[in-house]
DNA sequence: TATACAAACGCAACTTTGTTGCAAAAAATA
DNA sequence: TATTTTTTGCAACAAAGTTGCGTTTGTATA
């Protein structure tokens, strides 16, 4: 199974057009998840607006990248490194580094069970933390 | 030690104005958490938009409340249950309800530790579980 | 309690962010 | 290559958030 942009539309069902290679090329070759204006300003002027929202959404709904909430209002999103087509189940545990701001998957971090109170059901648990990545220790 | 919108704001060192208190109000009287567009509804034609983001942003400087990360970019709100005044350490679960769409501070569930790979220096937590509440059962 | 000072508010104008409908362009299919 | 379907870009709009400034309100001091 390859990973190529190319490769993960056919496999989606997506047509193959430029600025959906274009955006998944950025996840794909970056370090980290990226917001909608990262990737505004990483595209420069080559696509509108519009498509990056409607190709964001579009990956989401596939499971081909996840939404990351952040506490300043912009949505972070990063691959999903399983195939996540029949509902996201990325759990693992989100870093958000204060000093460089990336936001890195640590895919090899399992977010842990948790006890919720009498009466609770849960059905997805986002963990986020927050400190200094490695790279800027 | 009392907890009326008057002694936190004194507490606090804060001005005592019509605006605080009602704002401050809805969170001492209400059960969850609160977006700006909450507010702005339940206060009705009261006050500016402007005057509300201006007491959120004091309120979350002084460590009386604290922001809680949606996946849906709309930053929701919570009183802080210790004193945060200097740095906010509010490592409880947060609980959103697909349901009723509430956002509710499970003050009794701690956040489990989790190890970080090494290099990672961890400063804040974030839990936010989804799924229905005890009152949508 | 009246006055002076400082802080907060409301307004207006603006910027940024996100949405919707539709015609043109580009992919997929035959 | 021709036809059909999907995607894109544009325009116009709606919502969310910010900034500066004059006016109002709260606080401190006499």
Redesign the interface.
Same mark, same amino acid.
């Given at each position: 199974m390859q990973n190529t942009a190319d490769d993960i539309l056919k496999r989606n069902q997506l047509s193959i057009t430029s600025s959906r290679k274009k955006i998944l090329n950025l996840f794909l070759h970056g370090t980290g998840a990226l917001s909608h204006g990262d990737i505004e300003k990483k595209a420069g002027e080559k696509f509108d607006r519009v498509t990056i929202y409607r190709t964001l959404q579009t990956f989401v709904d596939k499971g081909i990248i996840h939404?990351i909430?952040?506490?300043?209002?912009?949505?972070h999103y990063a691959l999903c490194k399983d195939d996540c087509s029949s509902g996201h189940h990325d759990n693992h545990?989100h870093?958000i580094c204060?000093n460089c701001g990336n936001t890195i998957c640590?895919e090899?971090?399992t977010?842990?069970p948790?006890?919720?109170?009498?009466?609770? *059901?849960? &059905?997805? @648990?986002?963990? *986020?933390? &927050?400190? @200094?990545?490695?790279?800027c220790?």
């Open positions: 939404s909430p952040t506490a300043d209002n912009s949505i545990v870093f204060s640590l090899d971090v977010v842990p948790i006890k919720l109170p009498k009466g609770f *059901i849960s &059905s997805q @648990v986002e963990m *986020i933390v &927050s400190g @200094v990545c490695s790279h220790m």
